[in-house]
C-alpha cells in the first residue's frame, strides 16, 4: 500500500494512504455513479467523463474515509462491503449512528453543500468504494475542464437538496415570487427551456389533472444529421424542436412540454381526454416534418420526421411515473420499427397499460380533436405556466 507525504505548515506532516485501485471498466462505474441523485439525470456522455474522473479501490476494515471537521471534497459509493458512520458523544465514546451497504452513496449530503462532515465513516469490513472525485482532484478542477457538465451536476445538486428539505418547504408558502423563480430555474432544462425529467418526476403530479396526454417523442435521423454536420446540426434541430412542444403547449388548456433525456421529450396535457391526446400527437408528428434544416444542412433532401407514443392518464394506467415509462419503451419500439409513425399505449382489462395494443398510423386522431386553443396554461397556478 503505496503513501504520499503532504506538508501543511513547517512542521505539520501528514500521511495519506493510497488505497489499492481496482481495474473496473467505465461503463461498470458508469452504473454505480447512477446509484447516486447527483448523477441520476446526466447525459450517457457526462456519465462517461464522470466515470473517468472518479477512482474505485478496496479499503481494508477500519479504514477511515473522512472525519469529523474535514471539508467534504468528495463523497463515496459502496460497490461492495459496508461502512459504518458514528459520532463521538459528549463522553468521548464513538456510537454508530448508520450503515451504509452496496449501492448506498456517503457523504454526499454534506458534499452538495460544500459543508463539513459532522461524523466519521469508516469501512465496517474489507470493501470496495468509489470515490468522486478521485484522488488528485476536486471539484473546482471538474468545474474549470467541463463547465456545461458541472452546471448540470449543479442543477442536480440543487434538486437533490430540494427533495430532502421537503418538509421545510412545506412551511412556505408556494406562491411567494421567489419560491416560484427558485423552482423554476430549479426544474428548467437550460438549453432548451423545457421543463426538465426532475420536474416530471417530482412535482408535475401535483398540478395534472385527469384526463391527461402523455405524449413522448423522438426525432428519427437524429444520429445521422449530428454525424454528418456535428453537434452544432443538433442543437439547432432541438431548438427548433423546443419551439414546436412550446407551441403545441401555449394553445392546450393546461400543459407542460418536458426534455425527458437527450433528443427525447414530451408534452403532458390535462384536460385532454384520449382522442384529444391522439390529435396532439398526430400535429407533433406532422411538425417535425415542416422542421426546416436547409440552412443548417445545405442537403434539401434531409429531413427528419417523430417516432411518437402517447398514452392517457389515469386510463392507461393509475401511476404516472409507471406509465411514462411504459410509454417510453412504446417511444422505443416505434423508433426501432423505423420511426415515423405514433404509437397508442392501450390499457387491458385490468387497467395497466399494456405495449401490446399498438396502434398504426392509420388509427390515429385525425385533427378534429383538436383541443379548445383559448384555454392558455396560467402563471398562476404555479405548475403549468412556460418553462423559460
Not at 501543511?8 to 452504473?31: C, F, N, T, Y
Not at 468504494?129 to 448540470?152: H, W, Y
Not at 419560491?179 to 423545457?194: C, F, H, I, K
Not at 400543459?255 to 437527450?262: E, F, K, V
Request: proline content about 3%; overall charge negative.
Amino acid at each position: 500500500m503505496a503513501g504520499e507525504l503532504f506538508h501543511s505548515g513547517p512542521l505539520a506532516v501528514i500521511l495519506i494512504l493510497r488505497m489499492p485501485e481496482i481495474q473496473a471498466g467505465l461503463a461498470d462505474i458508469v452504473s454505480l455513479l447512477k446509484k447516486s441523485d447527483f448523477f441520476s439525470r446526466l447525459l450517457q456522455d457526462d456519465m462517461y467523463w464522470l466515470a473517468a474522473k472518479s477512482e474505485l479501490a478496496s479499503y481494508p476494515a477500519g479504514t477511515a474515509l473522512f472525519h469529523a471537521g474535514e471539508t467534504a471534497q468528495r463523497f463515496f459509493i459502496v460497490r461492495k462491503g459496508s461502512v459504518a458512520v458514528s459520532r463521538v458523544d459528549g463522553s468521548g465514546r464513538s456510537e454508530e449512528m448508520a450503515r451504509f451497504v452496496a449501492g448506498d452513496s456517503v457523504g454526499d449530503f454534506d458534499f452538495s453543500r460544500g459543508a463539513t462532515y459532522d461524523a466519521e465513516a469508516s469501512c465496517a469490513e474489507d470493501s470496495e468504494i468509489l470515490a468522486f472525485p478521485g484522488r488528485g482532484s476536486t471539484m473546482d478542477d471538474l468545474v474549470l475542464e467541463r463547465p456545461d457538465v458541472s452546471a448540470r451536476i449543479l442543477l442536480r445538486t440543487v434538486a437533490m437538496i430540494s427533495s430532502r428539505v421537503r418538509s421545510t418547504q412545506a412551511l412556505i408558502s408556494d406562491n411567494a415570487p421567489w419560491v416560484r423563480e427558485l423552482r423554476r430555474q430549479m426544474y428548467t432544462d437550460a438549453s432548451t427551456g423545457l421543463w426538465s425529467r426532475s420536474f416530471l418526476d417530482d412535482e408535475l403530479h401535483r398540478s395534472l389533472e385527469p384526463p391527461a396526454a402523455v405524449v413522448l417523442c423522438k426525432p428519427d435521423r437524429f444520429k445521422e444529421l449530428c454525424d454528418t454536420w456535428t453537434h452544432a446540426a443538433g442543437d439547432a434541430a432541438m431548438e427548433r424542436i423546443a419551439a414546436i412542444l412550446k407551441d403545441e403547449a401555449r394553445g392546450l388548456r393546461k400543459a407542460w412540454a418536458i426534455r425527458l433525456r437527450s433528443n427525447e421529450t414530451a408534452i403532458v396535457a390535462s384536460g385532454c381526454d384520449p382522442r384529444e391526446a391522439d390529435a396532439v400527437a398526430a400535429r407533433i408528428a406532422a411538425a417535425y416534418k415542416g422542421i426546416d434544416l436547409r440552412a443548417i444542412t445545405g442537403d434539401p433532401g434531409f429531413a427528419i420526421s417523430a417516432s411518437v407514443a402517447v398514452a392517457s392518464w389515469p386510463e392507461d394506467g393509475q401511476d404516472l411515473k409507471s406509465l411514462v415509462e411504459q410509454a417510453y419503451g412504446l417511444l422505443m419500439r416505434a423508433w426501432k420499427e423505423g420511426g415515423d409513425r405514433v404509437y397508442r399505449l392501450v390499457a387491458d382489462n385490468s387497467g395497466v397499460a399494456d405495449n401490446s395494443g399498438v396502434a398504426d398510423n392509420s388509427g390515429v386522431a385525425d385533427n378534429s380533436g383538436v383541443a379548445d386553443d383559448s384555454g392558455v396554461a396560467d402563471d398562476s397556478d404555479g405548475g403549468g405556466e412556460e418553462a423559460r
